[in-house]
């Protein structure tokens, strides 16, 4: 695997590849990475002939109150890692390389409908950051096609519209979450964790897997849903964000014909902010409340 730090570099060695005929899948991330991770370079290797990441901690998606500094960096270790599971080229700029003039000059892309609702209300801007760096990435890399995790599942439909709307004919595969034995999503923010919190945070998975299970029996509202779920954290430790339930496709709020559903959770627990979801089929026999 080779190491590149500036957008010149890496695009140099893209060139010869694509003058091979070799297709390109991109695995974008913010690094210190893990099974999660790893589990699209394994399936990007699927997809395409050469594998490129990149390691990119973009401050344009942070907050001023959020961890951007405490953010973890190993880069050695992530280097490891992919090259271990069949990543050919890894991209790690700097902050300066990716925002020459700076963030606050840089030209912004904002998916309409989808960037504050859920994780966009609670972080505003975080969406028109992510949006942004994936567009500089995708137009650095011009790969073929492009691999996230369905954890972030409203990440994920801010890049599958963004795609769509810019008519670029990049593939978005989503991958499904990747888990930890007692159902906890792998996350990078689960090392915020003490060991005590590492305990409780599977709680989580357990409540989306019971509301789930209330909407598959149709057996409550899904306002009463939302509330009984948020009062289960609660009560496990976590302090509340949002517990919705969603159309898959627009992540909008049902109408009671909705069959595709998401059920999507955010709380912070301890110093970690945790997010996770549930997809769920209704079958036809029945409606949402």
Known sequence: MKTFHTIQELR???KIERLQDKSIVFVPTMGNLHDGHMSLIRRAATEGDVVVSSIFVNPMQFSANEDLER??????EDQRLLEENGCHYLFAPDALEMYPDGKRSQTQIE????????CGASRPGHFVGVATVVTKLFNIVQPDSAIFGNKD??????????????SSSIKIIGIDTARNDDGLAMSSRNGYL?????????AMYQ??????????ANSASHEDIREQAQQKLEAAGFRRDYFEIR???SLQIPSEEEKRLVILAAAHLGNARLIDNLRIELPDSLSTN
């Open 12 to 14: 140099a060695a893209l």
């Open 71 to 76: 953010y973890p960096k190993t880069l050695a």
């Open 194 to 202: 003490t060991k005590e919190e590492r305990h409780i945070a599977p």
């Open 153 to 166: 599942y409203q990440q994920l439909k801010v890049i599958e519209d963004m795609v769509r709307d810019l």
């Open 207 to 216: 409540t989306l897997l019971w509301a789930k299970d209330m909407l598959t």
């Open 247 to 249: 159309a898959q496709d």
């Open 111 to 118: 998916v309409m409908g989808l960037s504050d609702i859920l």
